[in-house]
C-alpha cells in the first residue's frame, strides 16, 4: 500500500465505490479505498437493492431522479448488467391519512415527469387479486421503480474505479485517524499508515466510529433490520410489484422463484446481524394477513442487514467545519443503494471542484443538526 494519497477513501460500500468510480473518471489519480472486510460485504450486499422515485422531499427527489438514469444506462457505462427488475413499487394506505399524503405525494413526483399514480382499492384488488384490501383505503404505484443486483452494481463500479486507477484494498480496517491543528494528516490501518489532505467517511452503519477518531460526533445509528426469503413460491405472478404496507412496516417482492419479506427493525442501535425465530413469526403474520395465499408456503432462511440512520432519515453530505479535510457521506436511512451512484458523483465534484454542481447538497450538510434545519420526509417508515 502507497505511503501516500490525495485522497482516502474509508468504505468499501455502494457509497465507497461510487466515490471513487467518479473520482477516478473526473480525473483524480491518487486514490485509496480502503474496506475492513470486502466490498460490499456489510450493508450493500445484505440490501434488497430497490430502486424508486416516489418520494415526497425535494432533494430525495433529485438523487433519485439522477441515479434513475444511471441505473438506466449502467451497462452502456460499466459494462455489466446491474438486474435492473422494473416491477414497480404500490404503496399501500390504510388510513385516509395515508391516502391523503400520498396523494399529494403523487402530485409533486408528477410535478417531476414521475408517473406514479393513485389507485382505488377497486383497482388494485382488480390488478392484483391475491391482495387483502379489506383495510386498505387506496395506494400509490409507479411502474418504472424496482430493484437492482447490489452484487452487480457494484462489481461495475469496482471494474470501473480500477480502469480509472483507484487502487482498492480489503481486509484493510482503519485504526486511527491523525489530526494536527484542525487539518487531517493520515490513517492509519492495520497493514500500515498512509498520510493523506483528504478522508471520505464512507463507512456506513459505522460512521460514528470513524467520526471519534478524529474527535466529532457523526449522528449515525446502526439499525438491524431483518429479512426473510420463502421456498420457490408461484401463487403469485413474477409481475409482482413491490408491495409496501406502511402501517404494518412491511413490504415483499419476488426474490426468483422465492418471495422476499422484510422483517422488523429493531429500535435500538446495535452491530447485531442475528436473525431470530420471533422476527421470522412477525413477518410471517404480517405477510399473510396482507396475502392470505401466503399461508401455503414456508420461510426457507433469513438474513439481517444494517441501516446507517440518521436523526431525519436523509443523507449527511459535505465537509465537516471542525475538521479540514474530512468529507461525510453518511446517514442514507435504508436509501443508500438507490441514491450511491449520485453521491459518488456529487461527492467527487465537491471535492475536485470545491462544490457538487450535478445536486445542491446544501439541505443535506452536517451542519443541519445544529441549525434547525433538518428535512421530514413522509415515506419515513418505509427504508428500501
Known sequence: MKKTADIVIIGGGIIGVSIAYYLGKMGAKNVLLLEKDLVAEGSTGLCVGGIRRQWSTEVNMHFSLKAFEIYLNFKDEFGVDPEFHQIGYLFLSTSQEELEILKKNVEFQN??????????????????????????????????????????????????????????????????????????????????????????????????????????????????????????????????????????????????????????????????????????????EKATHRVPVFEETNIARGWAGLYEISPDNHAILGEVPEVEGLILANGFSGHGFQHGPAAGMVIAELILNGRAETIDIGPLAPTRFTEGKTIKESLTAFRD
Open 111 to 284: 410535478r417531476f415527469g414521475v408517473p406514479s399514480q393513485i389507485l382505488t382499492p377497486e383497482e388494485i384488488k382488480k390488478e392484483w387479486p391475491f391482495l387483502n384490501t379489506e383495510d386498505v383505503f387506496g395506494g400509490a404505484f409507479c411502474d418504472t421503480d424496482g430493484y437492482a443486483g447490489p452484487y452487480e452494481v457494484t462489481r461495475g463500479l469496482i471494474g470501473g474505479a480500477r480502469r480509472h486507477g483507484i487502487e482498492i484494498f480489503q481486509n484493510t480496517e482503519v485504526i486511527s485517524i491523525e489530526v494536527e491543528g484542525n487539518r487531517i494528516v493520515s490513517v492509519t490501518t492495520k497493514v500500515g499508515r498512509v498520510e493523506a489532505p483528504i478522508v471520505v467517511n464512507a463507512a456506513g452503519p459505522y460512521a460514528a466510529n470513524i467520526g471519534r477518531m478524529v474527535g466529532i460526533e457523526i449522528p449515525v445509528k446502526p439499525i438491524r433490520r431483518q429479512l426473510f426469503v420463502t421456498d420457490a413460491f408461484h401463487m403469485i405472478p413474477p409481475s409482482v410489484p413491490l408491495t409496501i404496507d406502511q402501517k404494518q412496516n412491511f413490504y415483499f417482492r419476488r426474490e426468483g422463484e422465492a418471495v422476499l419479506f422484510s422483517g422488523p427493525q429493531d429500535e435500538l442501535p446495535s452491530f447485531n446481524l442475528s436473525t431470530d425465530f420471533y422476527a421470522m413469526v412477525e413477518t410471517a
